[in-house]
C-alpha cells in the first residue's frame, strides 16, 4: 500500500444532510480516507471540544493514521477533494463553522513546507482537541521540530492547563 504514514485531523461542527450529526460526519471521512490507494491503519475516539473564534457550535474531533504511496502534496490534494464532496467551500473566513476539517498534523518523512502546505501543522502543539485522541493511537510519533513524543506534548500541554488554574 505504501510507505507513507500521516497522522490526519479531523473535525466537524455542522449537520450534514446525508450523515447527519459531525459524529455521523467524522465516521463517514475515516471511510473516504479508507478508499483507494488510501488506507486508514487506526482511528482515534471521537471527543467534542469547545470551539475556536466565533463558531458556536462544538465541534466533534479525531484523529486518523492514513498510509498511502502518495507524498505530502497528493495528500493535501485527497483531504481537499474529501472536504469538497462533503460540502466543504473555503471561503477565505478562519475559525467558522464547517462540515469537515482535515488536516495533516504530521507524517513520517519529518517536516515539509511546500505552496500551502507545512508539516507538522504549525498549531498542533496547542489543541488539546487533537493531542487528546492523537495520544490514543500515535504517542510515540514525534514531532520532527521540538523531537517531543505527541505523548510529551499532550502532557506539557496539559500540565500547563493546570498550572494556570
Not at 470551539?51 to 481537499?80: C, F
Not at 508539516?119 to 493511537?137: S, Y
Request: a positive charge.
Amino acid at each position: 500500500m505504501g510507505k507513507n504514514r500521516y497522522l490526519v485531523a479531523l473535525g466537524s461542527n455542522v449537520r450534514h444532510v446525508r450523515y447527519g450529526p459531525p459524529r455521523g460526519v467524522l465516521a463517514a471521512a475515516m471511510k473516504a480516507l479508507d478508499h483507494g490507494r488510501y488506507a486508514v491503519i487506526a482511528c482515534s475516539p471521537v471527543i467534542e471540544s469547545a470551539p475556536l473564534g466565533p463558531s458556536r457550535r462544538r465541534y466533534a474531533n479525531a484523529v486518523a493514521i492514513v498510509r498511502t504511496k502518495r507524498m505530502p502534496d497528493e495528500m493535501l490534494h485527497k483531504l481537499q477533494k474529501i472536504e469538497h464532496r462533503f460540502g466543504r467551500r473555503r471561503t477565505g473566513r478562519a475559525w467558522g463553522a464547517r462540515v469537515l476539517d482535515l488536516d495533516i498534523v504530521l507524517w513520517n518523512g519529518g517536516a515539509w513546507a511546500q505552496d500551502d502546505l507545512v508539516i507538522p501543522h504549525p498549531a498542533f502543539r496547542e489543541r488539546r482537541f487533537v493531542l487528546d485522541p492523537a495520544t490514543k493511537i500515535a504517542r510515540q510519533w514525534r514531532d520532527p521540530l521540538t523531537n517531543l513524543t505527541v505523548g510529551q506534548l499532550q502532557g506539557r500541554l496539559t500540565k500547563a492547563r493546570h498550572a494556570s488554574r
